[in-house]
């Protein structure tokens, strides 16, 4: 007898890590694709119980909502000195800064460098969707040139407040940090990249090798005033060009 379509049902196992709660994100936007492959991870390491999240100011700070493992808040930039903090105090957990491209390039790009420049063992993933997420749409350091915010509504002028920051090449001038990737989420393929470099930052950060450094190219359809499916489109043909995904560095 031949199968049809309709006979065939999809089941969706949620992760144990990932919080059975409806979602605030925004339709189309990628951090709750991070949040749902992190916690799989999470999972697949066996970590659960031994995992320390810290997520500052920004979209992000509601990471505590949906992963379910313990957390830690941190000011708005100070992500990486609170991580630093615990993974010394408590070496024997994983600890994960999440944080956004306003935070950790702008108010935190000290505690974000000097952590990576000391080889801190702990793992970034770092969400990098052009823009300030929850105060507005205003530019933030990675906001591509001409790109039009709420601070520049005649789009990024790059003589006046200069080049979008790209954070893989900035850590990537270090001597210490042992990982660092550039991914996406605007399509499957990239979604499955990008999980693989998280469990290896993670796994890293197990075997005690030392700072890794994720960037995830995300969307923020709300802000940027499109769709989800021209927000993806946009990451694809605009962001990705100027930020080349790829591995920068893996010791």
Not at 69 to 77: K, L, P, Q, S, T
Request: aromatic share 8%; with cysteine; proline share 5%.
């Amino acid at each position: 007898m031949e199968a049809k379509a309709a006979d065939f049902k999809y089941v969706y196992d949620r992760p144990k890590s990932l919080v059975d709660v409806p979602t605030h994100y925004c339709p189309g936007c990628g951090h709750g694709i991070v949040h749902k492959i992190l916690a799989e991870v999470i999972d697949e390491l066996g970590i659960r119980d031994d995992t320390i999240v810290v997520a500052p100011v920004g979209c992000s700070v509601l990471l505590y909502n949906y992963i379910d493992v313990d957390g830690c808040e941190a000011a708005h930039g100070r992500a990486p000195a609170v991580a630093t903090g615990l993974k010394r105090v408590h070496k024997d957990k994983v600890v994960i800064s999440y944080q956004g491209d306003g935070d950790l390039l702008a108010i935190g790009t000290g505690e974000a460098i000097h952590a990576a420049n000391r080889g801190e063992n702990f793992t970034t993933i770092f969400m990098n969707n052009a823009i300030y997420g929850m105060t507005g749409g205003q530019m933030a350091p990675t906001t591509m040139e001409n790109q039009v915010t709420k601070t520049t509504p005649y789009g990024r002028d790059t003589a006046d407040v200069g080049f979008p920051i790209r954070g893989c090449e900035l850590v990537n001038t270090l001597e210490a940090p042992v990982f660092i990737e550039r991914c996406a989420v605007y399509d499957v393929k990239h979604v499955l990249k990008t999980k693989r470099a998280i469990k290896k930052g993670l796994q890293n950060q197990i075997e005690g090798k030392g700072y890794s450094f994720i960037e995830v190219l995300s969307m923020c359809p709300t802000n940027w005033g499109i769709s989800p499916v021209k927000s993806a489109e946009w990451v694809k043909e605009v962001m990705e060009p100027y930020y080349k995904l790829g591995n920068f560095r893996d010791l």
